[in-house]
């Protein structure tokens, strides 16, 4: 159970702030997540002692057999929406 409602973790925007400002707070918390992502790949790594492309090509069969699934249930398959900041500040 969380001990306040998941809203109230999300950054606050300054007054007179856009929607969708990115400021100082915001890349902060994307940097740790950032961090935590790769803490949690290398804990994943080491508990089924995976090499990083072993575990890629664990999740691209995981990903093929779900997308294959999902054909055949005549499934929605949704568009990608992540995209790692590297490309996002280039565009």
């Known amino acids: 159970m ?3 409602p998941l ?3 999300q950054p606050s925007l300054a007054p007179g ?3 969708g400002a990115v400021g100082p707070d915001h890349t902060l918390l994307q940097r740790q997540i950032e961090a935590t992502d790769a803490q949690i790949g290398r804990l994943v790594y080491d508990l ?3 090499t990083p492309a072993e575990a890629l090509a664990q999740v691209e069969i995981a990903k093929s ?3 294959e699934a999902a054909r055949a249930e005549g499934k929605p398959i949704p568009v990608p929406r992540y995209r790692p900041v590297i490309y996002q500040a280039a565009s």
Request: net charge negative.
């Open 2 to 4: 969380l001990s306040r």
């Open 65 to 67: 057999a779900w997308l």
């Open 17 to 19: 702030e856009p929607v």
């Open 48 to 50: 089924y002692d995976l």
């Open 7 to 9: 809203h109230s973790c």
